[in-house]
């Protein structure tokens, strides 16, 4: 298990582990400004490293009524 | 990254306050600003009583947090659209709103829009010229209607909305885009009642990016509606959303300084000569009637455009 599972909605994705969470969503093409991340339900800052095997949920942050 | 103020892990870096903070920290530090900019732009002041308007959405539901811990005497109300979207997205917000109360001992107050007008936005945007495209035109102009009939009823000094900084800076590019100065003009965290049938509107939110907002309801675990109302969907306030994040990516604070200025600009009078100071008139300078129905303003003599609409929708019920 290499790789880190990415969640946005009901969108996943994949990343290799080892990398920052910034450097992860830039590869993904996400903006940083419009999400939030957790790890195990706890919020995450971008500079954190992302860790083989892990997951890691997006919680999207733009509403628009 | 650490904490600006424990050597706790940051749960979240606001780039342009160049500010990190923890799960302690930065729900504190929400709340302290928000008194601040509370007084700042002279919203309500702890004597007078204030009523929330919760959508069940992250925005509202932490703004009525806010307040409620600030000791403020603040009520809630919930209007009922009857809008179901294939998941039940009236009753689903309905029922995280009266639990949020429950929570809390706090006093929300429920009005249906089908109660008000006989039907529910969707039917209500069926039937009429102004919802042919999209409910959103009459389900704006109902639920203004409903908060002001309910605020002014409650004998409420202000009512509270939770708008955050990333939706005054949508509608801000929006009008500028156009150059609707009147709507310029009348976009403030204050804006204070100019006739007997309105009540004055407060935006404590107006500072805070809706990243940090919806940061600060899982940080303080509470439970929002995360499903859009379907009716959001594709909206010209999302694209807009969207561009600006895109902005603010590449330079942190983009979005904040352009609203702050904007504000200042209005201080100095920029937009001053669209919209007097006195009462009684409205966006534009236009003279504002009172609807001999309900009581609200209206820019035409007669019934306002609420009172319009209900009234079509009798009629029309009594032809078939
Ligand atoms: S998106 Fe449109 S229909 Fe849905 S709540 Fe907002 S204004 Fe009403
Ligand atoms: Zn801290
Ligand atoms: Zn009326």
Redesign the interface.
Known sequence: METVKIVLRDQEYEVKGGMTLRDALNQLGI????V?A?RQG??????EILRPGETIRL?A????? | ?KCRKCPQ?????MRQHKL?LC?VHFPQWMVEQTQRFIQKYRMFTPEERVLVAV?G???SLSLWDILWQLGYQVDGVYISLGIDGGFGYSQKSQALCEKFAAQRGLKLIVVSASDQVGLTIPELAAVTQRGKDKP?SVCGLTKRHILDRVALEGKYDALATGHNL?DEV?VLFGNTLNWNVGYLSRQSPVLPARHPGLVRKVKPLCRF???E???YA??RGIEYI?E??P??EG?T??YY??LL??L??DRPGAKLSFYLAFLRAKEKGLFAQFFPEEEGLGAGGEVLHTCPNCGGPTTLEGLCAFCRMVDKVHEMGKQT
Not at chain 1, 31 to 34: A, F, G
Not at chain 1, 61 to 65: A, K, Q, R, Y
Not at chain 2, 9 to 13: D, F, L, P, R, S
């Open positions: 903006n940083r400004e419009s939030l957790t706890e919020l995450i800052t971008d500079d919680v942050v733009i509403s628009g009524g | 990254m892990k940051a749960v979240i870096n990190a799960a959508s959405g992250k925005d959103c990333d949508a990016y809706e990243r907002m919806a940061a899982l940080v995360y859009e109302c009716h959001a909206s306030t999302i959303k969207t994040n895109q603010e990516a």
